[in-house]
């Protein structure tokens, strides 16, 4: 379950961002809460496909993430559809002959607010970025150290009893869209959840959201 203690406000959050000293790490704070992004969904790193600027489109206000809960290709058997797991070189039924497509499911597309995609696309013009180079050009540990320096700065070191982390943002994204009304099927596409289930721990955090929905069904008996 999601606590309170992993949770910040929105004025929490412009605080911290404001404290970055450079654009570039203002533009990742805010990308880092608005896409709802696990942390290695924008960075560069061994296994991972960082945001790049052509996944970045204006007409629709959207950013386009690799879903890192999602494998990079499907693995199945040519003679019976059977799917394959990675590494196995043999189907069940015997036969060797595996074909591997490339996984639709292993991009996320999250609706963002426009003036962020403005800003994301300025900063690509402005440093020259081309559009296979990662905007945020820093690794899973350097994001760690920064995210620390930033809240050390503004003073929301810990939130309850619990040091502010890199998934804080994607928590409290979550959490605030469901007490505002967003829809589960909205925020399970956002945070690149395989289910609906998979939000569970945010509904049980909102217990006043439970006391008025309980409301609603007294009030119709």
Known sequence: MVEASEVVTYEDIERIIAQAEY??????????????????ELVVGKDNDPIVPERV?????????????????????????TLIKA??????????????????????????????????SLYVQANNITPQQPIFNFDRFQAYRFIRKVCKKAGIEKVGDKWLHLHTFRHSYLTHGLKQGASLQFLQRQAGHS???????????????????????????
């Not at 203002?26 to 809460?33: D, M, Q, S």
């Not at 629709?60 to 993430?65: G, Q, W």
């Not at 590494?87 to 426009?114: A, F, L, Q």
């Open 23 to 40: 654009e570039g790490g203002r533009l990742f704070l805010k990308t880092l809460f608005w896409t709802a992004a696990r942390v290695s």
């Open 57 to 81: 489109f204006v007409q629709h206000s959207s950013i386009k993430l690799r879903n890192l809960k999602s494998k990079l290709v499907k693995r199945k058997c040519r003679v019976c559809n």
């Open 87 to 120: 590494g196995t070189t043999r189907c069940v039924c015997g036969s060797e002959d595996i074909e591997e497509t490339p996984n639709p499911k292993r991009w996320k597309t999250v609706v963002v607010p426009e003036s962020l995609v403005r800003e994301l």
């Open 195 to 221: 289910s609906i289930a998979m939000l569970t721990p945010y509904l049980d955090f909102d217990s006043s959201k439970r006391k008025e929905e309980l409301a609603k069904m007294e009030a119709k008996t």
